[in-house]
């Protein structure tokens, strides 16, 4: 589709434990026509979580899904977890 217009997603959301205070959320979905992952953004909550904090990701969460379609952002993946992968790679490498 031109612009990505009509395409379907599902958000899915995937928590992993990095610390004993801290936490990622990843932002994912799974595009309904294709049955492939993308990971939109990755979100970093820490205690004590500072008021607003959580309102300011799902903003971010929203005008990132109105920007651009996620799989276009990141890529499009067979399964959740090469999705999550790959963001992180990407991460660790643009942050060298």
Same mark, same amino acid.
């Given at each position: ?59 971010? !969460? ?14 499009? !993946? ?19």
């Amino acid at each position: 589709m031109v612009g990505g217009l009509k395409k379907t997603f599902r958000s899915i959301d995937v928590w992993r434990r990095v610390s004993a205070s801290s936490v990622y959320r990843y932002r994912c979905f799974k595009n309904i026509e294709t049955c492939e992952y993308c990971v939109q953004s990755r979100d970093v909550y820490s205690n004590p979580i500072q008021k607003g904090h959580m309102e300011m990701l799902e903003r971010n !969460f929203v005008d990132l899904m109105v920007e651009e379609d996620p799989d276009v952002r990141s890529g499009s !993946f067979g399964s959740l977890e090469a999705a999550i992968e790959a963001f992180d790679s990407h991460l660790s490498a643009s942050h060298r």
